[in-house]
């Protein structure tokens, strides 16, 4: 029961982030899907992962958000003309798209870790083992999407030159 709540509370903040118009409160409710992600963790029995996601995503990533949005002026923003958004938003759909595509073609789809699996070495030990060695090209390219996303959003937030 727990984890229908957990869920519906995910992919209700996912909504309102998109729906939102504010950006502040689109921001708020990023918090909240964290955090509902961070209790679907702990049902998990990945302790490690839960924790990471409070304090790396709830709490350091938001931060640098909420900063964000506050020192870019959000009117300019929106007026700003990209001649490539269409090209790019497909670009990175196609390279998200093959990400899918390669974890569940060539990844390891098994039975997930157990607690007797993850007493043995650690969660941490086990989701080490997993990220670099069956799904090292797919974090590789996760990175060079953030990357392509950080770009991205430096272009946008620039001034234009005159």
């Excluded at 350091?60 to 003309?81: C, K, P, Q, Y």
């Excluded at 080490?128 to 974090?139: I, K, R």
């Amino acid at each position: 029961m727990l984890f229908y709540l957990l869920a519906a509370a995910t992919v209700g903040a996912a909504v309102n982030v998109v729906r939102s118009r504010n950006a502040i409160h689109s921001a708020i409710w990023l918090v909240v899907s964290f955090l509902s992600i961070a209790g679907l963790y702990v049902l998990l029995e990945a302790e490690f992962v839960a924790a990471v996601q409070v304090l790396v995503y709830a709490g350091g990533i938001m931060v640098l958000f909420l900063f964000v949005i506050m020192l870019v002026n959000l009117r300019d923003a929106s007026e700003t003309r990209l001649a490539l958004r269409p090209a790019i938003s497909a670009l990175v759909g196609l390279l998200a798209a093959g990400l899918m595509l390669y974890v569940f073609t060539r990844g390891r789809i098994g039975p997930a870790a157990g607690p007797s699996t993850l007493r043995e070495g650690g969660n941490l030990q086990v989701i080490g083992d997993a990220m670099f060695s069956d799904y090292l090209l797919p974090f590789e390219i996760a990175s060079l999407l953030l990357l392509v996303a950080m770009i991205g959003a430096i272009l946008l937030a620039r001034q234009p030159r005159n």
